[in-house]
């Protein structure tokens, strides 16, 4: 699991790894947004303060089918071979340009 804000970098490399998060004092915003997003696929909870983390850690720890319940749902929002399909479109673009180059 990890404890963190929901920043884009933070929460993609969560959604990878497939780690369940708990969310924590997230800033107007984008993290804000991010938070709304991750908890309605339910591979997030929020927690208002340390308090609520220390519970949450609690429970994902005693329950391990809560944390697996995630598992799902990561799986569903996470990247999908999304490097490779960004791989794919990099060579595309340089052999493209190789092409008219060459022209």
């Known amino acids: 699991m990890i404890i963190t804000k929901p920043g884009g970098i933070t929460t993609a490399e969560a959604?990878?790894?497939k780690l369940p998060m708990i969310i924590?004092?997230?800033?107007p915003g984008q993290e804000a947004k991010n938070t709304e997003?991750?908890?309605s696929q339910n591979v997030a909870v929020e927690a208002e303060?340390?308090?609520d983390v220390m519970l949450f850690v609690d429970e994902f720890l005693r329950d391990p089918r809560k944390t697996l319940g995630h598992a799902g749902s990561r799986r569903r929002v996470g990247p999908s071979r999304a490097s490779d399909r960004a791989a794919q479109e990099i060579l595309q673009?340089?052999?493209t340009k190789s092409a008219v180059a060459a022209a």
């Not at 924590?24 to 800033?27: A, L, V």
């Open 15 to 17: 959604l990878v790894k």
């Open 49 to 51: 303060d340390a308090n």
């Open 24 to 27: 924590i004092n997230p800033i």
């Open 37 to 39: 997003y991750l908890l």
């Open 93 to 95: 673009l340089l052999s």
